[in-house]
Protein backbone atom coordinates (compact mmCIF):
# COMPACT_ATOMS: atom_id res chain seq x y z
CA UNK A 1 0.00 0.00 0.00
CA UNK A 2 2.76 2.14 0.85
CA UNK A 3 4.73 1.68 -3.00
CA UNK A 4 1.03 2.43 -4.42
CA UNK A 5 0.76 6.03 -2.52
CA UNK A 6 4.76 6.15 -3.18
CA UNK A 7 4.64 6.08 -6.64
CA UNK A 8 1.13 7.99 -7.00
CA UNK A 9 3.08 11.02 -5.11
CA UNK A 10 5.81 10.76 -7.43
CA UNK A 11 3.80 10.76 -10.54
CA UNK A 12 1.93 13.58 -9.32
CA UNK A 13 4.71 15.43 -8.74
CA UNK A 14 6.36 15.05 -12.10
CA UNK A 15 3.29 16.04 -13.94
CA UNK A 16 3.44 19.11 -11.90
CA UNK A 17 7.51 19.84 -12.66
CA UNK A 18 6.53 18.96 -16.42
CA UNK A 19 3.26 21.36 -16.61
CA UNK A 20 5.63 23.65 -14.55
CA UNK A 21 7.13 24.90 -17.86
CA UNK A 22 9.88 23.79 -20.43
CA UNK A 23 13.72 23.08 -19.91
CA UNK A 24 15.30 26.15 -19.39
CA UNK A 25 18.47 26.84 -22.04
CA UNK A 26 21.86 25.54 -21.55
CA UNK A 27 23.14 28.84 -21.79
CA UNK A 28 21.28 32.34 -22.02
CA UNK A 29 22.41 34.96 -24.05
CA UNK A 30 23.55 37.18 -20.62
CA UNK A 31 24.99 34.18 -18.86
CA UNK A 32 27.39 33.96 -22.42
CA UNK A 33 28.01 37.73 -22.44
CA UNK A 34 28.93 37.80 -18.91
CA UNK A 35 30.96 34.76 -18.88
CA UNK A 36 32.62 35.04 -22.64
CA UNK A 37 36.58 36.61 -22.96
CA UNK A 38 37.49 36.82 -19.21
CA UNK A 39 40.98 36.65 -18.68
CA UNK A 40 41.37 34.90 -15.69
CA UNK A 41 43.69 31.94 -15.21
CA UNK A 42 42.39 29.81 -12.67
CA UNK A 43 40.98 26.52 -13.55
CA UNK A 44 37.23 27.19 -12.81
CA UNK A 45 37.52 29.98 -15.11
CA UNK A 46 39.59 28.34 -17.92
CA UNK A 47 37.23 25.37 -17.99
CA UNK A 48 34.16 28.06 -18.61
CA UNK A 49 35.91 29.56 -21.43
CA UNK A 50 36.81 26.19 -23.09
CA UNK A 51 32.92 25.50 -22.34
CA UNK A 52 32.02 28.58 -24.16
CA UNK A 53 34.06 27.95 -27.28
CA UNK A 54 32.52 24.85 -27.72
CA UNK A 55 29.43 26.03 -27.56
CA UNK A 56 30.01 28.90 -29.85
CA UNK A 57 31.35 26.46 -32.31
CA UNK A 58 28.62 23.66 -31.65
CA UNK A 59 26.02 26.53 -32.77
CA UNK A 60 28.05 28.36 -35.66
CA UNK A 61 28.85 24.70 -37.12
CA UNK A 62 25.14 23.37 -36.90
CA UNK A 63 24.29 26.51 -39.33
CA UNK A 64 27.26 27.05 -41.32
CA UNK A 65 26.10 27.00 -45.27
CA UNK A 66 22.69 26.98 -44.30
CA UNK A 67 22.56 29.83 -42.06
CA UNK A 68 25.30 32.09 -42.84
CA UNK A 69 28.21 31.43 -44.77
CA UNK A 70 32.16 31.78 -43.47
CA UNK A 71 34.06 33.80 -45.88
CA UNK A 72 37.20 33.17 -44.62
CA UNK A 73 38.42 36.45 -44.57
CA UNK A 74 37.98 36.52 -40.75
CA UNK A 75 39.68 34.04 -38.66
CA UNK A 76 37.28 31.93 -36.08
CA UNK A 77 38.31 33.87 -32.97
CA UNK A 78 37.15 37.13 -34.65
CA UNK A 79 33.70 35.97 -35.62
CA UNK A 80 32.93 34.54 -32.05
CA UNK A 81 33.74 38.09 -30.56
CA UNK A 82 32.17 39.55 -33.37
CA UNK A 83 28.35 37.48 -32.31
CA UNK A 84 28.99 37.77 -28.77
CA UNK A 85 29.02 41.44 -28.98
CA UNK A 86 25.93 41.47 -31.28
CA UNK A 87 24.08 39.84 -28.44
CA UNK A 88 25.72 41.84 -25.89
CA UNK A 89 24.11 44.74 -28.13
CA UNK A 90 20.32 43.13 -27.31
CA UNK A 91 18.11 44.78 -25.18
CA UNK A 92 18.19 42.37 -21.92
CA UNK A 93 14.74 40.89 -22.46
CA UNK A 94 16.29 39.02 -25.62
CA UNK A 95 19.20 38.07 -23.52
CA UNK A 96 17.41 36.15 -21.20
CA UNK A 97 16.44 33.77 -23.96
CA UNK A 98 18.45 30.66 -25.23
CA UNK A 99 21.85 31.79 -26.33
CA UNK A 100 22.34 29.31 -29.82
CA UNK A 101 19.14 30.96 -32.08
CA UNK A 102 20.76 34.16 -30.47
CA UNK A 103 24.14 33.49 -31.90
CA UNK A 104 22.49 32.19 -35.23
CA UNK A 105 20.68 35.53 -35.89
CA UNK A 106 23.82 37.17 -35.45
CA UNK A 107 25.83 34.98 -37.54
CA UNK A 108 22.67 35.50 -40.34
CA UNK A 109 23.00 39.54 -40.38
CA UNK A 110 27.03 39.64 -39.76
CA UNK A 111 28.12 36.88 -42.19
CA UNK A 112 24.87 36.71 -45.03
CA UNK A 113 25.15 33.11 -47.57
CA UNK A 114 25.74 34.86 -51.12
CA UNK A 115 21.88 35.05 -52.91
CA UNK A 116 20.69 31.52 -53.87
CA UNK A 117 22.94 29.94 -52.07
CA UNK A 118 21.54 26.81 -50.46
CA UNK A 119 24.79 24.90 -49.07
CA UNK A 120 28.27 24.56 -48.89
Not at 40 to 54: A, F, K, P, V
Not at 85 to 105: D, F, K, M
Request: hydrophobic share 40%.
Amino acid sequence: MRKIVLIAGLACCASVCLAAGSVPPRLTGQELVERYGKAETDLHTLRDQSYLDGYLAGAADAVEGKAWCNTTKVKRGEIDSMIVEAVRELGPEAQRSNAAPLLIAALKRRFPCPTGRNGR
